[in-house]
Every structure is written in structure tokens, then in C-alpha cells.
Nanobody, 129 residues
Framework: VQLQASGGGLVQPGDSLRLSCAAS????????IGWFRRPPGKEPEGVGC????????RYDDSVKGRFTISRDNNKNTMYLQMNSLEPEDTAVYYC???????????????????????WGKGTQVTVSS
């Protein structure tokens, strides 16, 4: 089981960036998926998540309207499209999956697997002029 995040980098305020997270050893199609981030010196925080059915999505207030999560079942990959990036978005971004839902809130369900194989190792996003 592995999640490999990629696509991070250094961008300017207002730019867009798309993170990818390829899964192996299991399928993303039927599980809750999401993204977390750890800003410098802070604890991880939820960015956005969607349930296995895709009918329920949650986003942190700070990214609503700017970030979008999606998944490509054919590629077994999830994405985080980030638009209008701000310096406050600077963080290490982690993708996560919940093979078995633990809560109706997908953030809580994903957090249960923190530190286990269903969290990727992270990709750095730096927003700076």
C-alpha cells in the first residue's frame, strides 16, 4: 500500500498548482480521499476531502472556492487543484485515503489513518513573491 504525492513547488501569489497522488496496492475508487497540509511550525490541518461515493465534499473555509479535489479511477490517482494561491497556503501537503470509513465526516475518517500507509509522504508547496 502506498500513496505518492507530487506536483509541489515554488509559485507566486495568485498562481495555480495541481498536486497529484498516485495510489498503489489498493483502489481509490471506493474509499474516502482527501488532502491535509502542515504549515511551518503548525500541526496538520484538513484541506479538503470527499467521500467514497463522491456525494459529500468538505473543504476548509480558507480554501473554499479556490481548491478542488478530484479523482481519476482509471489512473488510480487523486488530485488537488489549487487556484489563487496565497502565501498562507505554504505548507507540506499530504494526500490520504480511508480504506474503511471511520466517521461520516471524511476528515475524521482520514485522520484515523494518520501515520499509517494510507497517508502519503508529502510534497512541499511554497507561495512567495
Amino acid at each position: 500500500v502506498q500513496l505518492q504525492a507530487s506536483g509541489g513547488g515554488l509559485v507566486q501569489p495568485g498562481d495555480s498548482l495541481r498536486l497529484s497522488c498516485a495510489a498503489s496496492g489498493f483502489t481509490l475508487a471506493n474509499v474516502d480521499i482527501g488532502w491535509f497540509r502542515r504549515p511551518p511550525g503548525k500541526e496538520p490541518e484538513g484541506v479538503g476531502c470527499i467521500t467514497s461515493s463522491g456525494t459529500s465534499a468538505r473543504y476548509d473555509d480558507s480554501v473554499k472556492g479556490r481548491f478542488t479535489i478530484s479523482r481519476d479511477n482509471n489512473k488510480n490517482t487523486m488530485y488537488l487543484q489549487m487556484n489563487s494561491l496565497e502565501p498562507e497556503d505554504t505548507a507540506v501537503y499530504y494526500c490520504a485515503a480511508a480504506p474503511t470509513p471511520r466517521d461520516s465526516n471524511c476528515f475524521a475518517s482520514l485522520a484515523y489513518y494518520y501515520g499509517k500507509d494510507y497517508w502519503g509522504k508529502g510534497t512541499q508547496v511554497t507561495v512567495s513573491s
